[in-house]
């Protein structure tokens, strides 16, 4: 079953604008990691949070965790065309990912 | 370092037809995952390996899917009879080990279309 559900489903951006995305889940986590897919590379790893930390940052990405309302954001800044992807949240729960539906991002030039 | 392989990278069968896919994850990965992953879905998990035992396979339609990691290296994943609603692309991922925090690196994946 998939635990983790991204908010919105589509996002279309300009190049250079940011993209925020969230991730909503229902049960406690140890961590939950947000992944990348696109056609030409496949799904890609990009941060893990864990449960114990609220802010993550990895280049121009910035990840938050609040497990209070069990909900985590990925934000990127100054989008590329290379950004459009789709992007999963994936929780860790009894040592094993669920993913969630997606967020289709589109970088327009 | 050479990332997981995974072949074929298409594969079109008809209904009721058997199907096999090979991976082979990244050397020295103990942990391997078998995913499918339905049009607009994110991937769903159906066995893991650690090593060449399973750690968890309760998502596995056992009835026609069955997999096996010989050796604990490199992987197949079969479906007999196939379905319809088999159509999907299916994953296989490995970490270097099942415990937690790790990320898992993934293959291009298997694009299965059954008609």
């Known amino acids: 079953s998939q635990q983790g559900e991204e908010d919105p489903q589509a996002l279309s951006i300009q190049e250079g604008e940011n993209a925020t995305m969230n991730c909503s889940y229902k049960t406690s986590i140890n961590n939950l990691q947000w992944y990348r897919q696109n056609s030409g590379r496949g799904l890609v790893h990009l941060i893990l949070?864990?449960?114990?930390?609220r802010e993550k940052h990895s280049g121009r990405l910035r990840v938050t965790l609040d497990t209070s309302k069990k909900s985590s954001s990925l934000l990127i800044t100054a989008s590329r065309a290379a950004d459009t992807a789709s992007y999963f949240c994936a929780t860790d729960n009894d040592y094993k990912l669920s993913f969630g539906a997606g967020t289709t991002v589109t970088v327009r030039a | 370092e050479a990332g997981v392989a995974q072949s074929p990278r298409y594969k079109i069968i008809e209904k009721r037809q058997s199907v096999a896919f090979w991976c082979n994850p990244i050397s020295g990965h103990a942990t391997l995952y078998w995913y499918q992953q339905i049009l607009g879905q994110g991937p769903k998990l159906l066995i893991q390996?650690?090593?060449?035992?399973?750690?968890?396979d309760s998502q596995l339609p056992k009835d026609r899917f069955s997999a096996e990691r010989l050796k604990g290296v490199d992987s197949t994943l079969k479906i007999q009879p196939a379905k319809l609603e088999d159509s999907a692309v299916y994953l296989c991922?490995?970490?270097?080990?099942?415990?937690?925090?790790?990320?898992?690196?993934f293959g291009p994946g298997t694009r299965l279309t059954v008609t």
């Open positions: 991922a490995s970490s270097p080990t099942s415990g937690p925090p790790y990320e898992q690196y």
């Open positions: 949070i864990r449960s114990n930390e």
């Open positions: 390996f650690q090593n060449n035992g399973v750690v968890d």
